[in-house]
């Protein structure tokens, strides 16, 4: 994978998942796709969007004012440590809301995912990004030191 | 009897009490004690006779202490006969608050005449005074005789009417104003004091403090339970659509801003703790906060305001006229059975999709229906509902009756048949929510729609089976079905 590739990677993932799941929170929450009340929504949406939001503007703010030098380079880690923090955050979103919707079709308090247990899901989530994919967006988004200049 | 006069009332006792301890040394005191104990007496003997009808297990504490204090006594030997009872009732029904109470009650019935000379004499001229925060703490922590659901979270009633919590129940209290509010104001070094017992008060959103009580209207014994909630004024629109004040209140508190209240709520429930019910109107105020001190409750029974009033009940929902059957018992029996069956077909059917409680014993003249944590067919999904329906039927002469002769719930000798259903609600949008909360008014008026068109199949389809005639009348402008029952 080059550091090109890991750019454009984690740049579209932090984009898609940031409108996906705020868009998502924000709608639908009290209808049968999001089954918690809206003020429990809320509470998802401030866990979870300002971290991400955070992770976004470090990026765009990078592509906006830095050419990269070197973007052809290969990256010296596996490609599961940049990519599989991100993907088993999708996964484990995807099987929680599953497992709600579907429970709660079936009013099942044995399989459906409570409200609470779905606000503490979601924390696990940003805390697997904090302690992973978030050090690997500090390096490859970091901005170059600028020396000072003495007047 | 206004508040200001009560609150000269307390002035002078205060005044009385201080005026004595300070003259102690001068004068003979031997004839204080006497004095203190008939005072403590008739207390002890209106608080008893406040409770025997209405939260039982807080009279029998009443009557123990009394035994323990005056064991020879007049009254003794009356409270004597009701505390064996009352432990007769507990060990037949130890774990049914609703039977013991019935059971006090028909035990109290069969013995007036112990009853008509118990406490005459004693029981004027007191002036009770109850700190309403110290009273709602004794409840809470007391050993709680139903345990109520955690997941049912009642709003207070909207506006609350601030009086005792069952004023409405209470002859006293409604119709003769035996019961004032008074204000006090906290004083600095107990405020921190009075905030953490009220934030306390606060952490603790559930029902609590079940009790029972005898309908006023149709001597009914019903279970009811308290709830405490913080009114932040600031939230709503204007104070008046969130509390009703007593007039003194907003003299003594002139300009200032309220910016809460604690108030302590009632709400009628079923056997299992489940609320059958709307809350109570009338709400007791525990604490208020303005933008310049906090205030505790007073709450001040005047023992010597008796009611005298009458009043009338006032129905419009009449469904049967029976009024041609010449034994109206079994006609009663017949029609309603007939009703009922088609309330339990058409109720059970979607979107009602409820069950009748048959786990529960009913009082005469209800019928309750239910269910607990299950989806809603009325809203849909994601929502899920725990709900109630008390179906009460009242025998009655006519529309407007005289209170005296009652609400004629369950009556089988007057000619119409008259309906009311209370409806409950709680719903949350998953099943597994922590917490169930108040329908919306949104909400609440799809459930009308369909419990309304449940009830007028039902009756439609009960009067056809009966071979009734369903006739229109029109009562203050609105008209109504009712099944007119023939000759047989």
Same mark, same amino acid.
């Given at each position: ?15 898609? *998942?940031? @409108?996906?799941?705020?868009?998502? =929170?924000?709608?639908?929450?009290? +209808? %049968?796709? /999001?089954? #918690? ?44 440590? *940049?990519? @599989?923090?991100?993907?088993?955050? =999708?996964?484990?979103?995807?099987? +929680? %809301?599953? /497992?709600? #919707? ?50 | ?488």
């Amino acid at each position: 994978m080059k550091v090109k590739d890991v750019r454009n990677w984690l740049g579209i993932y932090f984009l898609i *998942i940031t @409108g996906i799941l705020g868009t998502y =929170v924000l709608l639908f929450g009290e +209808t %049968v796709l /999001l089954p #918690v009340s809206k003020q429990e929504a809320m509470d998802v949406f401030q866990i979870v969007i300002p971290v991400l939001i955070g992770q976004l503007t470090i990026i765009f703010r990078w592509f906006a004012g830095f050419e990269a030098e070197n973007t052809e380079a290969s990256i010296n880690m596996p490609t599961w440590v *940049i990519k @599989g923090p991100p993907l088993l955050v =999708v996964g484990i979103l995807i099987i +929680t %809301v599953t /497992l709600m #919707v579907v429970g709660n079709m079936f009013s099942s308090l044995q399989w459906t995912i409570s409200p609470d247990q779905f606000k503490v899901i979601v924390t696990f989530c940003v805390s697997i990004l904090n302690a992973t994919t978030i050090f690997i967006i500090g390096r490859y988004f970091k901005m170059p030191q600028v020396d000072k200049q003495e007047n | 009897m206004g508040i200001k006069d009560i609150i000269n009332t307390i002035a002078i006792v205060f005044f009385t009490l201080s005026v004595f301890g300070q003259s102690e040394s001068n004068v003979d005191t031997s004839k204080l004690p006497s004095i203190q104990t008939e005072q403590q007496k008739s207390e002890l003997l209106i608080r008893f006779s406040l409770h025997e009808d209405w939260d039982i297990n807080i009279g029998y504490e009443i009557a123990k202490e009394y035994l323990q204090r005056y064991p020879t006594d007049d009254n003794a030997k009356y409270l004597k006969l009701w505390v064996k009872a009352f432990e007769e009732g507990s060990s037949k029904f130890p774990n049914n608050l609703y039977k013991k109470a019935e059971y006090m009650s028909r035990w109290k019935n069969d013995n007036w005449e112990a009853r008509s000379n118990f406490g005459r004499r004693k029981m004027t001229g007191i002036i009770l005074t109850t700190n309403v925060l110290d009273d709602v703490e004794n409840r809470l922590n007391r050993r709680q005789s139903i345990d109520t659901p955690k997941d049912i979270i009642p709003n207070p009633p909207k506006p609350a009417y601030l009086a005792p919590v069952d004023c409405l129940d209470t002859e006293n209290c409604y119709n003769a104003n035996a019961y004032s509010l008074a204000l006090k104001l906290v004083e600095n070094d107990r405020l921190k004091e009075i905030e953490k017992r009220l934030n306390n008060l606060r952490e603790n959103p559930y029902l609590f403090g079940c009790y029972d009580i005898q309908d006023i209207g149709d001597k009914n014994i019903e279970l009811r339970c308290r709830y405490v909630r913080e009114i932040d004024i600031n939230e709503s629109k204007t104070i008046d659509e969130t509390l009703k004040l007593p007039k003194a209140w907003k003299e003594q508190l002139k300009d200032q801003q309220i910016q809460k209240v604690w108030l302590e709520n009632g709400i009628r429930i079923d056997l299992t703790g489940t609320p059958l019910e709307k809350p109570l109107l009338t709400s007791r105020p525990i604490a208020l906060q303005t933008n310049t001190g906090t205030y505790v409750v007073l709450e001040i029974f005047n023992s010597d305001i008796q009611s005298h009033a009458g009043h009338v009940t006032s129905f419009k929902n009449k469904i049967f006229d029976i009024s041609q059957c010449s034994n109206k018992e079994a006609c009663v029996n017949q029609v309603m059975s007939k009703f009922l069956e088609k309330i339990e077909a058409y109720f059970t059917k979607t979107p009602l999709s409820v069950r009748v409680l048959n786990n529960q014993e009913f009082p005469a003249g209800e019928y309750w229906l239910g269910k607990e944590r299950v989806r809603s067919d009325v809203l849909g999904l994601p929502w899920h509902e725990i709900s109630r329906y008390t179906v009460k039927w009242y025998g009655r002469d006519a529309d407007v009756t005289l209170f005296d002769s009652g609400t004629g719930k369950g009556s089988k000798s007057r000619p119409y048949i008259y309906l009311m259903v209370d409806q409950t609600y709680w719903v949350a949008p998953n099943v597994s929510s922590r917490t169930y909360k108040d329908a919306t008014s949104e909400q609440e008026s799809r459930y009308v729609t369909s419990v309304n068109t449940a009830v007028r199949q039902a009756l439609a389809e009960a009067c056809r089976d009966l071979n009734g005639n369903m006739v229109n009348e029109v009562v203050d402008n609105q008209a109504r079905n009712v099944c007119v029952i023939p000759r047989r």
